[in-house]
Structures are given as C-alpha cells and as structure tokens.
C-alpha cells in the first residue's frame, strides 16, 4: 500500500529554517528515486530536490545552496532541510518518487509559508 506522510512546515520568517520529512512505506520507497515537489497557491507543481537511492542529489537553481534533502532508507523517510527561506518559497510540500505525474497517488502534503 502506497503511505507518503509529510510533516514539518509550518510558518516562519524570511531567513528562517525548517525541516521537512516524509514518511513513506516501504514499496513507495526502497531502491527508489525520491524527491521533493511543492506548489504554490495558483501554480503548478514544480520540483524542488531529488535523491538517488544511492544518495546522489540534484536541485533546481531557484533552491540550490538552500535546501538539502537526505534520506533514511531503513526507516523509508526523506527528509528536506530548508534555510534561507524566502517568501517565494510558500508553498504545500509534497514527497513522492521521481520522476512523478499528477495522475501519481500524492500524499495530503505540508504546508509552508514564509513571511517578510
């Protein structure tokens, strides 16, 4: 059975932190490419980090040297390490695989807002 639980946000200051995590079951998890989505209030889903399962990482410009995202592979948990959070980084927050469709099972996500 496909389980994704985010948790984490939250609201805080620009400049501020936060530590997002994920906890997926292990078919949704283990041996997989994971990533974290997010989208904001009238936008699409866009990425925000992926991990290979052997730990490699890629970011998009508008997060990289910000956020970091590491996993647990034996408690099937991804994590995401946000700092120098910036307005434009409000949003829901979403774990999922990669690469993922809206068609996808998406968990219920976490909310962040970032106020100035």
């Known amino acids: 059975q496909v389980q994704l639980v985010e948790s984490g946000g939250g609201l805080v200051q620009a400049g501020g932190s936060l530590r997002l995590s994920c906890a997926a079951s292990e078919s949704s998890f283990s041996g997989k490419t994971m990533a974290w989505y997010r989208r904001g209030l009238g936008k699409e889903r866009e990425l925000v980090a992926i991990i290979t399962r052997s730990g490699a990482r890629t970011y998009p410009n508008s997060v990289k040297g910000r956020f970091t995202i590491s996993r647990d592979n034996a408690k099937s948990t991804l994590y995401l390490q946000m700092n120098s959070l910036k307005p434009e980084d409000t949003a829901v927050y979403y774990c999922?695989?990669?690469?993922?469709?809206?068609?996808?099972?998406w968990g219920q996500g976490t909310q962040v807002t970032v106020s100035s």
């Open positions: 999922n695989v990669f690469p993922s469709s809206e068609s996808t099972y």
